[in-house]
């Protein structure tokens, strides 16, 4: 559990394979973007920062979280890329949205990685209120979408 004041994004780049060989696909919805943005460039300054070519992150917007599950077969299906990073954000509301969509995207991120033999990577946060999500977003407590990135990198290391 995420404690006040504590970055949990931190890596060790020379544990991680060189990213500069692969190709990255990141699906990102656009609800609740700036969290979703932010996430997104977490993701993308640690690729970079293991040596990714931007050239090689694709970057595809969905409406919603919802569909980040088609984006992200799509994604695989279309842009020969070695792993997708799927962002999105949630935020409990009233109603029982917030668990049939978070129960959703889980399950589809999930049936990706049965069906493919390309990783894809769940950043989705599910979170009780948008400070939490700010949070872990670029806030107090790092960036998810970095931990995302680490996470596709050694993703890609036990797929070769």
Known sequence: MATANKNLSNYDKTQLIDAKPFRFGIVVSEWNDKITNGLYQGAVDALIDCGALPVNIVRWDVPGSFELIFGSKRMIETQHVDVVIAIGCVIKGETMHFEFVCDGVT??????????????????????????????????????????????????????
């Open 107 to 160: 399950q589809g991120i999930k049936d990706l990685n049965v069906k493919y033999h390309i990783p894809t990577i769940f950043c989705l946060l599910t979170d009780n209120n948008e400070q939490q999500s700010i949070d872990r977003s670029g806030g107090i407590h790092g960036n998810k979408g970095t931990e995302a990135a680490v996470a596709a990198l050694k993703m890609i290391a036990l797929n070769q």
